[in-house]
């Protein structure tokens, strides 16, 4: 085997272990966003624990279709970039959309959520979907809304003079 191969199949190795380890996969052809604002991207991306590389398209389809996920080789067209969100399944899709909107250069071509190969359409309405905190915010309000509502009923009462408080 030669050295070009075998340094082939290390990127392949490394591509197949980071889509194990991701919860998440957003595939971004970024075709002229020039390197400072790639690197803001990254910078930005880095503390949510997302990782974001740059490979060859035929070396992420030979990790993809050891993994099962040849779907996704239908979108890999172009220069890409990968989002490997490795904490939360969410961050690395809220934040490139966030970017998408300040370099209309980013496109975001299709990705892994779940397990499944999704497209840029469903990347879109699933970046509408609250976080895991947002999620627990929404909850703790609406267990917590009745208690207040009753308290601030209960206070008016009493103001008004209809019942005592002792």
Same mark, same amino acid.
């Given at each position: 085997?030669?050295?070009? /191969? ?30 400072i604002?790639?690197?803001?991207? /990254? ?14 398209? /035929? ?26 969100a490795?904490?939360d399944?969410l ?70 003079g ?5």
């Open positions: 085997m030669s050295a070009l /191969r075998d340094a082939k199949g290390l990127v392949v190795s490394e591509i197949s272990e980071n889509l194990k380890q991701a919860k998440a996969l957003v595939v971004v052809n970024y075709k002229t966003l020039d390197v604002s790639l690197q803001k991207i /990254r910078e930005e991306l880095k503390p949510l624990g997302v990782l974001l590389k740059v490979y060859k398209n /035929r070396l992420v389809k030979q990790a993809t279709k050891e993994l099962n996920f040849e779907e996704l080789n239908d979108y890999l067209v172009g220069q890409n970039i990968y989002a490997f490795k904490q399944d961050s690395a899709l809220k934040t490139l959309v966030k970017f998408k909107k300040q370099y209309p250069a980013l496109e975001i071509v299709a990705g892994i959520y779940e397990n499944k190969v999704v497209d840029a359409k469903a990347l879109d309405e699933i970046a509408k979907l609250p976080s895991y905190e947002e999620s627990l915010m929404i909850l703790g309000n609406s267990l917590i809304s009745p208690v207040k509502y009753l308290s601030i009923g209960l206070n008016m009462l009493v103001e008004q209809k019942i005592k408080s002792e």
